[in-house]
């Protein structure tokens, strides 16, 4: 098993910045994709963004592609979403996610773990 712990979401105002992160714990890998989803009220859980095991792959929506940046510390077993430029359509519920396979990272049903969630809410 395979545990995931979101923190840093919050209440910004749009253009603002927020840091997500997410800790891994229990039986993890040497190779693993982690990822970030997000689920806005109504709304299918869709990608925001992965990152391979080595950091050096990352892979964007193109709703985030350069306002969101992911980054991964292996030795702490941790995912960041830095979100910059923030807008109210960011707002949602922020997932963590752990994959094991090589397979499309955009697609949900490719990862393993979820964690529970975190909030985020951008006020216009």
């Known amino acids: 098993q395979v545990q995931l712990v979101e923190s840093g979401g919050g209440l910004v105002q749009a253009g603002g910045s927020l840091r997500l992160s997410c800790a891994a714990s229990?039986?993890?890998?040497?190779?693993?994709?982690m990822g970030w989803f997000r689920q806005a009220p109504g709304k299918e859980r869709e990608f925001v963004a992965a990152?391979?095991?080595?950091?050096?792959?990352?892979y964007y929506a193109d709703s985030v592609q350069g306002r969101f940046t992911i980054s991964r510390d292996n030795a702490k077993k941790t995912v960041d979403l830095q979100m910059n430029s923030l807008k109210p359509e960011d707002t949602a519920v922020y997932y963590c996610?752990?994959?094991?396979?090589?397979?499309?990272?955009?697609?949900?049903?490719?990862?393993?773990?979820w964690g529970q969630g975190t909030q985020v809410t951008v006020s216009s």
């Open positions: 996610a752990i994959k094991y396979s090589d397979y499309d990272v955009s697609a949900r049903r490719n990862y393993d773990y």
């Open positions: 990152i391979n095991w080595s950091g050096g792959n990352a």
């Open positions: 229990g039986r993890t890998f040497s190779s693993y994709y």
